[in-house]
């Protein structure tokens, strides 16, 4: 008698793209325009998340491509029948409204992309930090560097929910002890910030299995736990400085977290949680 093989372990994935230029052309002034390789349409988001079991994601609205229009996200987000949720790009005035409508579609996150626009940027962002914490939207940050220090009262005070992109984007170089990462660290406490474990490949200065990076993760996980942490791949991998392929990245995960359940919690538990994804 045949044993049956075990039922894959189950996995979100919370931070991917979707291009889909023929729909939904580029905008003219976007900062950055993928080239066809880094295009990602919903239709080859899916099958890549079917592939690697794979059974949601959460779709983040791009500075690159599309800037401030939405629409390809929520498009994505309406034909996946619940696969999706969504982070967006809006204007650091929008309303209350704009932020509602939004959210009835399928968005739990607004995109403050620092390390792309800069701190100076976000500076007049507390009205609308504000507007998230009442609605119980994310705030998700993309700093890197010391870019954190500057902008930490005003995302602490806020109240905001906080999730922080791609292990906070520090200089592997400067240790675990550099302004920025302990400034991230420092809001593990809050009780409502997350970090993804991402992005290692824009951050590392050595190939994979990116060694200089190990430092960092474990420190997050000391920090933050699994209860707050959740895996990302950043699929179609945009101007990446070498390749990258998703099955690596889960293997990756492995390595640096090897406790089973410690993983579970992160590519699972955590993201289903805190997003509200459905069975």
């Given at each position: 008698?045949?044993?049956?093989?075990?039922?894959?372990?189950?996995?979100?994935?919370?931070?991917?793209?979707?291009?889909?230029?023929?729909?939904?052309?580029?905008?003219?002034?976007?900062?950055?325009?993928?080239?066809?390789?880094?295009?990602?349409?919903?239709?080859?988001?899916?099958?890549?998340?079917?592939?690697?079991?794979?059974?949601?994601?959460?779709?983040?609205?791009?500075?690159?491509?599309?800037?401030?229009?939405?629409?390809?996200?929520?498009?994505?987000?309406?034909?996946?029948?619940?696969?999706?949720?969504?982070?967006?790009?809006?204007?650091?005035?929008?309303?209350?409204?704009?932020?509602?409508?939004?959210?009835?579609?399928?968005?739990?996150?607004?995109?403050?992309?620092?390390?792309?626009?800069?701190?100076?940027?976000?500076?007049?962002?507390?009205?609308?930090?504000?507007?998230?914490?009442?609605?119980?939207?994310?705030?998700?940050?993309?700093?890197?560097?010391?870019?954190?220090?500057?902008?930490?009262?005003?995302?602490?005070?806020?109240?905001?929910?906080?999730?922080?992109d791609h292990l906070g984007r520090p200089?592997?170089?400067?240790?675990?002890?550099?302004?920025?990462?302990?400034?991230?660290?420092?809001?593990?406490?809050?009780?409502?910030?997350?970090?993804?474990?991402?992005?290692?490949?824009?951050?590392?200065?050595?190939?994979?299995?990116?060694?200089?990076?190990?430092?960092?993760?474990?420190?997050?996980?000391?920090?933050?736990?699994?209860?707050?942490?959740?895996?990302?791949?950043?699929?179609?991998?945009?101007?990446?400085?070498?390749?990258?392929?998703?099955?690596?990245?889960?293997?990756?995960?492995?390595?640096?977290?090897?406790?089973?359940?410690?993983?579970?919690?992160?590519?699972?538990?955590?993201?289903?949680?805190?997003?509200?994804?459905?069975?």
């Amino acid at each position: 008698m045949t044993t049956a093989a075990p039922t894959p372990p189950a996995l979100i994935d919370c931070h991917v793209h979707v291009f889909d230029p023929v729909r939904f052309p580029y905008a003219p002034d976007a900062w950055y325009t993928p080239v066809p390789a880094e295009t990602g349409t919903p239709e080859q988001l899916g099958h890549v998340l079917d592939a690697h079991g794979v059974r949601h994601a959460l779709l983040v609205g791009p500075n690159s491509g599309y800037g401030l229009d939405n629409r390809c996200l929520l498009d994505t987000i309406a034909r996946g029948q619940g696969r999706y949720k969504g982070v967006a790009v809006v204007r650091n005035d929008a309303s209350r409204a704009e932020l509602q409508d939004l959210q009835a579609a399928g968005v739990v996150g607004i995109a403050f992309n620092v390390a792309l626009l800069g701190v100076d940027f976000y500076r007049d962002t507390g009205p609308l930090l504000e507007r998230l914490r009442e609605l119980g939207l994310w705030a998700q940050v993309q700093v890197q560097d010391d870019q954190l220090v500057p902008l930490l009262p005003l995302l602490r005070e806020s109240g905001a929910r906080l999730l922080f992109d791609h292990l906070g984007r520090p200089a592997p170089a400067a240790g675990v002890g550099q302004a920025g990462f302990a400034a991230l660290l420092s809001l593990a406490g809050t009780g409502r910030a997350c970090v993804k474990l991402s992005g290692c490949v824009k951050v590392s200065q050595q190939a994979y299995p990116h060694a200089d990076l190990r430092p960092h993760v474990q420190a997050l996980v000391d920090a933050f736990t699994p209860q707050s942490l959740v895996w990302a791949s950043d699929w179609p991998f945009l101007r990446a400085p070498s390749r990258v392929d998703y099955g690596p990245l889960l293997a990756l995960l492995a390595q640096q977290v090897p406790n089973a359940t410690a993983r579970r919690a992160i590519l699972w538990d955590t993201p289903r949680r805190l997003f509200g994804f459905g069975d």
